[in-house]
């Protein structure tokens, strides 16, 4: 019991000096170990002195080894650092009770993983984790995703979110968001959170099995010209494919929508899945389908039809970019294989006075 005990104090110990910290303990432990080294360098010259006068011979003091001037400045210096330092650590810890980060985490498909993502992300954050799970997972091994019940917990996402933070100053407040789930969600999701101060997206990583942040190298793949513009003018509403992480089969969109809807293209050259891990390529990604938005607009597009296959970070990405008061009116499209329309529903973006809706095909 007592073995254990002490195990268990020492392990913590060591956690708590060794794992990356603040200034405060970087101070503290510098000073600490200042005055252990002039002390142990003061009684290692005191025993030496001895032997030289012949025969061994121990014994213990202040300032008896080293010129006594000399162990004042060390030990002096290793105590002023040890109070500088407890006094940041003071500090920091009253600034680290104020901070908050509140990791969202969606699960919204069959192959959600269960593994919490609120311990797992930004790990260089010190103060008060909260975790805000969505979870609108199809119930049944065949059942398809839930329309209803997804656009009602998607949308309390902003109310609950608020009740985690209120108190705080939003310079203090951090968001987390990820997870995994129907497109049309992680959109709507984006453009929720797009006025949140500071936000960290996330995304499952499914060689390593773990919570990974957007934190790779950028392979400098970007998107090809738009593809299929309409003329100025020919026509109010399109339907805009974004192929990112697959490629979306032509006769799926053909049968899920009117003929008389032009199809524009917003394509990588080779999608491929997994390989949108950097922040750079994320943000120019986001980037070139907000212009690409922008030319529907300035041809007169009013409503865009969005048919997106992409990661589940880049798909909130790409919602935290959509500018719900500039751009045209958006239906974000879910895909079910399988169906007569395999794309048979879509959610209606929220516009100023309007909330988000369920749209039929």
């Given at each position: 019991m007592l073995k254990q005990l002490a195990y268990t104090i020492i392990t913590r110990l060591l956690d708590w000096f060794t794992r990356p910290r603040s200034a405060g303990v970087t101070l503290l432990k510098y000073g600490t170990g200042l005055?252990?080294?002039?002390?142990?360098?003061?009684?290692?010259?005191?025993?030496?002195?001895?032997?030289?006068?012949?025969?061994?011979?121990?014994?213990?003091?202040?300032?008896?080894?080293?010129?006594?001037?000399?162990?004042?400045?060390?030990?002096?210096?290793?105590?002023?650092?040890?109070?500088?330092?407890?006094?940041?650590?003071?500090?920091?810890?009253?600034?680290?009770?104020r901070r908050r980060l509140v990791v969202i985490e969606m699960r919204g498909l069959h192959a959600s993983p269960d593994t919490p993502a609120v311990d797992k992300?930004?790990?260089?954050?010190?103060?008060?984790?909260?975790?805000?799970?969505?979870?609108?997972r199809p119930q049944g091994q065949d059942a398809r995703v839930d329309s209803g019940y997804l656009l009602e917990r998607v949308s309390s996402m902003k109310g609950t979110l608020q009740s985690l933070v209120d108190g705080a100053d939003k310079r203090d407040v951090q968001v987390a968001i990820g997870g995994l789930a129907a497109v049309p969600?992680?959109?709507?999701?984006?453009?929720?959170?797009?006025?949140?101060s500071l936000v960290h997206l996330y995304d499952w990583d499914r060689s390593t099995k773990c919570w990974r942040a957007i934190d790779g190298a950028d392979d400098s793949v970007r998107f090809l010209p738009i593809e299929g513009l309409p003329s100025a003018g020919a026509t109010s509403e399109a339907i805009l494919?974004?192929?990112?992480?697959?490629?979306?089969?032509?006769?799926d969109v053909t049968a899920s929508f009117t003929s008389s809807l032009p199809v524009v293209r917003l394509r990588i050259e080779t999608p491929l899945a997994d390989r949108f891990w950097s922040e750079q390529k994320q943000a120019a990604l986001a980037a070139q389908f907000r212009d690409a938005v922008q030319q529907l607009s300035a041809i007169g597009v009013r409503k865009l039809h969005l048919v997106v296959a992409a990661p589940a970070s880049l798909s909130v990405r790409l919602g935290m970019s959509y500018d719900r008061r500039l751009f045209p009116d958006a239906v974000?499209?879910?895909?079910?294989?399988?169906?007569?329309?395999?794309?048979?529903?879509?959610?209606?973006?929220?516009t100023v006075g309007s909330s988000a809706a369920i749209i039929q095909t």
């Open positions: 005055v252990i080294v002039t002390a142990g360098a003061d009684f290692a010259v005191q025993i030496s002195r001895q032997v030289k006068e012949g025969g061994w011979s121990f014994s213990f003091g202040a300032g008896e080894g080293l010129p006594f001037w000399l162990t004042l400045v060390f030990a002096g210096a290793g105590l002023l650092l040890v109070v500088i330092g407890a006094i940041v650590l003071v500090a920091e810890h009253r600034r680290e009770r992300v930004v790990p260089t954050f010190r103060g008060d984790r909260r975790h805000l799970l969505l979870d609108f969600a992680l959109f709507l999701a984006g453009m929720l959170i797009d006025d949140e494919v974004v192929e990112a992480s697959y490629t979306v089969n032509q006769a974000v499209y879910q895909f079910e294989k399988g169906l007569s329309k395999p794309y048979p529903w879509g959610l209606q973006m929220p």
